[in-house]
DNA sequence: CAGCCACATGCAAAGCTATGAATATTTCTA
DNA sequence: TAGAAATATTCATAGCTTTGCATGTGGCTG
């Protein structure tokens, strides 16, 4: 595997490895939003939502369609909502329960 | 969605932010391998590569099955090999040459 | 039990990320 | 052109990550 793509493809994990980054691309996976749809719904400041889409956006992971004063965001690809989508099936089905099961395996484990 | 299972998320893909710990997770995808084998076959040095299977363990994307003095660490689940190949699917495909033409279209922009 | 493996951990410097606040830029409208 | 609306950028700082190096630890084997 080449480097490049490894790093391409770091990149693309480190963007989706934030929360709020993360909330933003489940609002766009329903469709395309502007930058105050984006922080009137998910509660975030206007500043914030831009910096974390310019983010997004520098990795290749959003698009911006401009139109009057509005810049309105979407996915580049719907693959990555399905990325998104597999990921959550990932954590809630077995990471997290099995990792508290460990941890209650090894309080146990050092009494 | 409720902000744990968030934050989880973004954990698992926080750990899948390197191309190293990605190259780790790539070669335990084909079965379980001990730090030896991960650190010769990567070229990374045994403390890099112990270190970086502990962040991937402590997320709950590893586990480890200790046997005389060897520990042997394989995926929780399989998933997670799907999902990094889901990553590279979306990096190889488009991700890579869109965001290519697109900085050749602004440079062309901005002349 | 001495010494060697295979691993794990602690530490510290360098670098990166998150995030709010203030400010700048762009575009529309009067 | 002035002003307002929507978005973008800059800056500063606190906090986190990376990564090498040195050291610690548990389990074998002689």
Known sequence: MPMRVLENLAQVFSCLSHP???RIVQALA???KDVTELHSSLDLSQ???S???SVLKSSGLVK??????HAY????HEKLSVLVDQGLDLVEQDIV???ELEQVIE???SH
């Open 20 to 22: 709020n980054r993360i």
């Open 30 to 32: 329903s469709g395309e």
């Open 107 to 109: 309080s146990v484990r």
């Open 64 to 69: 911006v369609r401009r139109e009057g004063h």
């Open 97 to 99: 329960r099995a990792r």
């Open 51 to 53: 910096q974390q889409l």
């Open 47 to 49: 500043s914030y939502v």
């Open 73 to 76: 965001y979407s996915l580049r």
